[in-house]
Every structure is written in structure tokens, then in C-alpha cells.
């Protein structure tokens, strides 16, 4: 989500003054959006094909709290309040992906106030990066399986980060790999990489490097990054309790995110957060907006996923493409629809992983 263009789906609800026409007759419930972060506002649609905007809220002069506990029991949610003093809440699917918006979001409004635009250009003047260096290449080669930097399982502070590294691994290999002639110069490239979104914080020590424009990159042991597009997931240690946890929950989390999915028995399509285990090989599905209990669950050992172009019974106007079809080994069928035809290309992949080498 970053850049001057950037977005995701996302749950809404607006809550405005009884003065102002914006109020609870625009959304009076809480609605999946698809969401996008600009130079001055942030814009909603009801899809991410649509063409105009379903509204636009203005940062000029905002205010964002977060976490924000006006819905009691709602968990994940954050608040943007405009200088007309209209707030406007926002729910994500989990806590990385809130602190992501949060993060952009309050570096946008500091930009603004500051008389500055928030995009990706910045970060190369603002860290002096040469001209000649290619950021997005740089990323694709340190996601290499075979010679990139390494994703591990740490532990850190009661909790388990999994598919992240250290600060220091980074600024090592790109040493190691002839990026950088010395540590002050790798610091510099993953400065860039940090600040252009390619690279996360992912633990307490490197979360706290972060001011309101740019985040400092710490070459340090102790310092967790992840990369964006991964399956990183952060989890406390297990109880004793834990231990009478059914046996599909127990595998390790290798992708979670957003996805349409179609009903088997009305056909319609509903945003789902999906969260795919391996180990053993399951995927479950939940409504976020409606606690941590998953609606449902797809058992993928010895099942086929495979890109398709059309789903039978499925109304025309709600197919954007991006999709893809599971058909498990008791022969279930389940269609879903990615934002992306890179996230699609990425689900299957994880899926036919797990499928294979899952119990």
C-alpha cells in the first residue's frame, strides 16, 4: 500500500455530526471496501474495478487513533477524524495489516501538514539513493529461495515471529553479495527498501525506529523485519491449554489475507479473511467482523487448485476475474476471486504446497 496509489480491502462504517449530510445514511453498517491511500485523502469503493469513488475522506487537518475500543468487543479497528470533526472508522483483518494502514496513513498526514506529498519519490531524495539503484530488483533478488536472505521462525519477547529475519542478515548479505562496499551503505539500501514499504518492522525494537516520515533500518540482532508480500505472522507462546486445540489449528501459518468467496448454497460473493496451515494442510475462513471463530474450514491434503476463467451459477456482474477453484478430495468444490492476478498467482502456489506436503 505504498505510494500515492496504493489500497486493499478493508471493513467501514462512518459516524458523522447529526449537521453533516455525511452520517450514519451513507454506511450505516460495517461493509468490506476496497481502500486507497492517496497524496491528500484516503478513497473508498465498493470494488476495486469501480472507476469512482464510493467517497473520499480528506487528511488535511485529520486526526487517527489507533487502536481505537468504540466498538467494544470489535477488535482491530482504527479512527480517522476530519477537521470537520467527522470520524470515520476502519477494521482490519489483523494486526499487521492495521498497523500497515496506520503506519502510511499518519506518515501522510504529517506530510501534508508539513507542506510535503506522500510518495515514493521522497524516499529517494530524502536517504540520497543513487539513480542507478534499482529498489524493486534489489527486493526480488533478497527473496530468492535459494540465495536471497533467509525467512526463519524467532522468538522474541514471549512471542514467535515466523517468515521474518534480522537487521543485521540484511545488511550482511548485501555486503556479501556486493550491494554495498561497507555497513553504512548497506544501512542506506535498506533505508530505502524500508521506507519504500518492500521491507516491514516486525518487532518491538524496530517498530520504535519509526518517526513520522521515515523509519530508521536498525543493524541490529534484535531487530525483526519481514518481507511485505510474505506470509509473516506474529503469535504469542502456547499455553497448557493449548494442547486440547483441535489438530487442523496446529499447523504453522504460511499465508493469510482477503479474498471473495462464493456460497454454496446462495451463490453470493462475501470478503473472507483466509488463513492457510500446513503441517496438518488446512485453510480456514472468517468473517473478521465477527470475532476470531472461523465460519468454516477446507481440508487440502490431496486437493487440485487451479486458475479459472468462469464459475457456473455465478451472476456476471460479480465476477471481476482473478479466479481460482479448490477442489478437495471428497470432491467439494470452492471458488474464490483474488484483487490480483499476482495475489491469485500467489494463493495457488501456497496452496498446492500445503496440499502436497501437508498431512
Keep these: 500500500m505504498y505510494g500515492t496509489i496504493s489500497g486493499g480491502y478493508i471493513w467501514t462504517r462512518e459516524k458523522g455530526r447529526e449537521d453533516i449530510k455525511l452520517t450514519d445514511t451513507l454506511l450505516n453498517s460495517w461493509k468490506a471496501v476496497w481502500v486507497v491511500l492517496s497524496d ?42 476530519t477537521e470537520k470533526k467527522q470520524d470515520h472508522f476502519f477494521q482490519a483483518s489483523h494486526v499487521e495489516e492495521r498497523e500497515f494502514w496506520v503506519k502510511d496513513i499518519k ?12 510518495a515514493r519519490k521522497s524516499t529517494r531524495r530524502s536517504i540520497r539513493l543513487p539513480e542507478t539503484v534499482n529498489l524493486t530488483e534489489l527486493y526480488t533478488l533478497m527473496k530468492d529461495q535459494d540465495d536471497g536472505v533467509r525467512e526463519l521462525k524467532l522468538e522474541q519477547d514471549n512471542r514467535v ?55 530508521a533500518f536498525l543493524d541490529h540482532t534484535n531487530a525483526l523485519y519481514y518481507f511485505a508480500d510474505s506470509g509473516f505472522f506474529c503469535e504469542g507462546y ?19 489475507g482477503c479474498l471473495l468467496k462464493q456460497g454454496h448454497r446462495r451463490k453470493n460473493w462475501k470478503v473472507r479473511k483466509f488463513i492457510l496451515r500446513d503441517d496438518p494442510a488446512y485453510m480456514h475462513y472468517y468473517d473478521p467482523t465477527k470475532g476470531d471463530d472461523p465460519l468454516g474450514s477446507i481440508h487440502l491434503r490431496g486437493s487440485v487448485v487451479t486458475a479459472v476463467e468462469y464459475v457456473p451459477d455465478a451472476k456476471k456482474y460479480d465476477i471481476d476475474g482473478n479466479l481460482f477453484e479448490i477442489i478437495t478430495s471428497d470432491e467439494t468444490h470452492y471458488f474464490l476471486q483474488a484483487a490480483t492476478a499476482e495475489e491469485r498467482k500467489e494463493w495457488i502456489k501456497a496452496v498446492q504446497a500445503v496440499s502436497k506436503g501437508g498431512k
Excluded at 186 to 215: C, I, R, V, W
Excluded at 238 to 255: A, H, M
Design 107 to 118: 506518515r501522510a498526514i504529517t506530510c501534508i501538514q508539513g507542506g510535503k506529498k506522500f
Design 40 to 81: 491528500d485523502g484516503v478513497e473508498f469503493y465498493k470494488k476495486k474495478t469501480d472507476h469512482s469513488p464510493k467517497g473520499m475522506i480528506p487528511l488535511k487537518g485529520a486526526t487517527l487513533i489507533s487502536p481505537c475500543q468504540d466498538f467494544g468487543k470489535r477488535t482491530m479497528v482504527f479512527k480517522i477524524t
Design 238 to 256: 502456547s499455553s497448557d491449554e493449548d494442547v486440547l486445540l483441535k489438530e487442523e489449528f496446529r499447523g504453522n501459518i504460511i499465508k493469510q
Design 161 to 215: 515471529f515466523n517468515h521474518c529475519f534480522t537487521g543485521a542478515t540484511v545488511v550482511e548479505w548485501l555486503i556479501s553479495k556486493g550491494k554495498a562496499r561497507n555497513r553504512p551503505e548497506a544501512l542506506m539500501l535498506a533505508t530505502g527498501l524500508l521506507n519504500e514499504g518492500f521491507l516491514q518492522p516486525a518487532g518491538d525494537m524496530s517498530k520504535g525506529a519509526e518517526s513520522a516520515e521515515q523509519t
